[in-house]
């Protein structure tokens, strides 16, 4: 199994470190930011490092060649679909919520925001529309009482977006294919920026 890595920052070195540990061949790492804690990672374990010319696209010559899957890990640039047709299985991304809810930069803010009892994250297949692909892993997990964002993420969501993601590429490794089922868009909800937002 070829993967290119597409990350950033302490998420981006676990989910690097959790390749390593299965095995799979590390083809290339991208990067928004030649200056990010990925790219050093990978620097130091040897793996080609390159930067992306638009940091909120990834294009089809970032992928490395003879990939067959794109793994993202905390990136908030859209793979193009050149670049998912570069991969022979395409992509998939974490996300910390119950795909199709709380779609957007700010899933676990949104959680906490919307008082939200239970909380999950989701592995899904990259496509046009920005978490909007078919799932291939799901999993909840509940939230505690006055738990932060930050909290929440540390202690439950981002461990399991490691376990989620390794599920999957387990199963890619043995199958040759991803699992896929489509998101329900009756219960879609977006997370913007907390900023942005007018509540």
Same mark, same amino acid.
């Given at each position: 199994?070829?993967?290119?890595?597409?990350?950033?920052?302490?998420?981006?070195?676990?989910?690097?470190?959790?390749?390593?540990?299965?095995?799979?061949?590390?083809?290339?790492?991208?990067?928004?930011?030649?200056?990010?804690?990925?790219?050093?990672?990978?620097?130091?374990?040897?793996?080609?490092?390159?930067?992306?010319?638009?940091?909120?696209?990834?294009?089809?010559?970032?992928?490395?060649?003879?990939?067959?899957?794109?793994?993202?890990?905390?990136?908030?640039?859209?793979?193009?679909?050149?670049?998912?047709?570069? /991969?022979?299985? *395409? #992509?998939?991304? =974490? %996300?910390?919520?119950?795909?199709?809810?709380?779609?957007? @930069? !700010? +899933?676990? &803010? $949104?959680?906490?925001?919307?008082?939200? /009892?239970?909380? *999950? #994250?989701?592995? =899904? %297949?990259?496509?046009?529309?920005?978490?909007?692909?078919? @799932? !291939? +892993?799901? &999993? $909840?997990?509940?939230?505690?009482?006055?738990?932060?964002?930050?909290?929440?993420?540390?202690?439950?969501?981002?461990?399991?977006?490691?376990?989620?993601? !390794?599920?999957?590429?387990?199963?890619?490794?043995?199958?040759?294919?991803?699992?896929?089922?489509?998101?329900?868009?009756?219960?879609?909800?977006?997370?913007?920026?907390?900023?942005?937002?007018?509540?």
């Amino acid at each position: 199994m070829r993967i290119t890595l597409i990350g950033s920052r302490h998420f981006g070195v676990t989910t690097l470190n959790m390749l390593r540990e299965r095995g799979v061949d590390i083809a290339r790492v991208v990067v928004h930011d030649r200056e990010d804690r990925l790219a050093a990672a990978a620097q130091a374990a040897g793996i080609e490092i390159v930067v992306q010319a638009d940091p909120r696209l990834v294009a089809a010559a970032e992928i490395a060649p003879r990939t067959d899957l794109i793994v993202t890990a905390h990136s908030h640039a859209r793979v193009s679909r050149e670049a998912l047709a570069a /991969a022979r299985l *395409g #992509g998939i991304g =974490y %996300h910390p919520s119950l795909l199709p809810r709380h779609r957007g @930069i !700010a +899933a676990v &803010e $949104w959680t906490i925001k919307e008082g939200d /009892a239970i909380a *999950g #994250g989701s592995v =899904y %297949h990259l496509a046009d529309r920005m978490d909007a692909g078919a @799932i !291939a +892993a799901q &999993e $909840w997990v509940f939230v505690k009482k006055g738990e932060t964002a930050r909290e929440l993420w540390e202690r439950a969501l981002a461990p399991l977006g490691q376990k989620l993601l !390794a599920e999957v590429i387990d199963y890619a490794k043995v199958h040759g294919s991803l699992p896929a089922k489509p998101q329900d868009e009756q219960f879609a909800t977006l997370a913007p920026s907390v900023s942005d937002a007018k509540h």
